[in-house]
């Protein structure tokens, strides 16, 4: 039982290049989100999605891009990367309801 | 907008000591609370969940209370260990989102 799975687990961009963070969870949960955490700040979500075919925003969605088209996956995509995006991102998952989230291991991405 | 606020910033102590974790948070309107460990360059581990009902929820060393009409949580760690350092965060649940303080770094000396 894998968990939350992120891939790459690092990356280094150029501003403008774009790019897919990729999230994979074999639990089975119909909730996954991804967040963003910034020195000094909390994490911030990004977008968010409480199953397939169906995603919203969240606190901080501009740059970014999402879709559900599988249970398990949930990638995120940067169309156009800017260095304010510089950032480790977290992907999460729960079942619905008030249940127990879990994150994967993170993705820091550097944008230069 | 919920705002989480976790006192220390940080704390270090000397191994075998009892210590006390807050968290406060603005909006009392949640579903539930959940406390994370994240060590440096790691992802978030889960420690305890506690539901909007609860008041308070335990796994092993670790004890984890909240009043949500007053918006407070600590979490209490016995006989600190070396291994549980780290820096510890609280996230208020309110349905699609948890709101995340920038947590405690914590510290145990041996």
């Known amino acids: 039982n894998a968990g939350v799975t992120q891939t790459p687990k690092f990356q280094v961009l150029k501003t403008g290049q774009s790019m897919t963070l990729q999230c994979a969870q074999d639990?089975?949960?119909?909730?996954m989100s991804w967040y963003r955490q910034d020195p000094g700040m909390g994490l911030r979500l990004i977008h968010y999605?409480?199953?397939?075919?169906?995603?919203d925003q969240g606190e901080v969605p501009n740059g970014y891009n999402v879709s559900r088209s599988t249970t398990e996956d949930f990638p995120l995509r940067l169309l156009s990367a800017a260095p304010s995006q510089t950032s480790v991102y977290f992907c999460?998952?729960?079942?619905?309801?008030?249940?127990?989230?879990?994150f994967g291991q993170g993705t820091r991405l550097t944008v230069v | 907008k919920q705002e989480v606020t976790q006192i220390p910033a940080a704390l270090s102590v000397p191994e075998g000591e009892n210590l006390v974790l807050n968290c406060s948070f603005t909006?009392?309107?949640?579903?539930?609370l959940q406390w994370f460990r994240q060590d440096p360059g790691k992802g978030l581990t889960s420690l305890l969940l506690?539901?909007?009902?609860?008041r308070e929820q335990t796994s092993g060393r670790l004890n984890a209370s909240l009043d949500k009409s007053s918006g407070r949580s600590t979490l209490y760690i016995a006989a600190s260990q070396p291994g549980d350092s780290a820096t510890y965060l609280c996230?208020?649940?309110?349905?699609?989102?948890?709101?995340f303080g920038t947590g405690t770094s914590l510290t145990v000396i041996p």
């Open positions: 909006d009392s309107a949640i579903y539930n």
């Open positions: 506690i539901q909007s009902s609860q």
């Open positions: 996230a208020p649940n309110t349905g699609n989102q948890f709101y």
């Open positions: 639990m089975n949960h119909e909730y």
């Open positions: 999605s409480v199953g397939a075919g169906i995603t």
């Open positions: 999460a998952s729960r079942r619905p309801g008030t249940t127990e989230a879990f």
